[in-house]
């Protein structure tokens, strides 16, 4: 039986002089692959070719267990047609679908973070200038961190209770342990980042992102670049450190 949803392409692959493997995520399914026969031919019935960020409704035969789904329609609307045409929109874009794709499970629904990730292209190709597009990013890392069940523990230490605060004499994340890790207990600990309390606060309320300095943004952005590299084993893609 065929579904239909709302989707947005997250990667492409060539399969052949014809066709091509459309990694999606859909409102209702969460991430799918699917076969586009004859995307790469002039004449298709994708409304042309099918590249990242191609936004609209599919209708798909799903494939068996999590085999690939084949492609029966695509009607494209032009919602993120602007993301290109800035360097830096697209240099926020593009980490935040490599992400979603390395760190979401085939068929496995996430309505909202569809929506968050929706938001967030609209929001980026909007954005006023790069720190706007920087602090939309930083957000949409957590929402996703959040929604696959990992948010980064960061309002006290996570090896025990000890609630952060001004006390700390310093600061530390670690990857592996998924949060912050006091000063009695990061030497338990060899994967840990020094952060600065700045830092810490900003992403333990991610309001006071829009206040932050410059170099404070500059470190969580790294500290997120260090945690998805330590989450998916490898860098980024489309954001290498
Ligand atoms: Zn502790």
New binding site residues.
């Given amino acids: 039986m065929q579904k239909k949803d709302q989707a947005i392409c997250l990667r492409t692959v060539a399969y052949s002089d014809t066709s091509q493997i459309a990694v999606f995520f859909t409102e209702t399914e969460g991430k799918i692959s699917a076969i586009a026969k004859g995307s790469r031919r002039p004449k298709n019935p994708f409304d042309g070719p099918i590249e990242v960020f191609s936004y609209g409704t599919i209708v798909y035969a799903p494939g068996r267990q999590e085999g690939l789904a084949v492609l029966a329609e695509f009607a494209q609307q032009p919602l993120f047609l602007g993301l290109r045409r800035r360097l830096e929109t697209l240099n926020a874009a593009l980490p935040a679908a490599e992400l979603t794709e390395k760190l979401t499970q085939p068929q496995d629904p996430h309505p909202r973070l569809f929506e968050g990730l929706r938001q967030f292209l609209l929001d980026v190709q909007e954005a006023a200038d790069a720190r706007q597009i920087r602090i939309r990013l930083i957000v949409y890392q957590m929402l996703l961190l959040a929604e696959i069940g990992l948010a980064p523990v960061m309002d006290r230490?996570v090896?025990?209770p000890?609630p952060f605060g001004r006390h700390w004499k310093w600061i530390y994340f670690s990857s592996h342990q998924n949060g912050l890790?006091?000063p009695?207990?990061e030497g338990a600990f060899a994967e840990k980042k020094r952060i600065s309390p700045a830092a810490a606060a900003a992403l333990a309320d991610l309001k006071r992102l829009k206040n932050a300095d410059e170099k404070t943004i500059q470190e969580i952005e790294n500290l997120l670049l260090y945690h998805f590299r330590e989450l998916t084993g490898r860098p980024l893609k489309s954001k290498p450190d």
């Fill in positions: 230490c090896n025990g000890h890790l006091c009695d207990c």
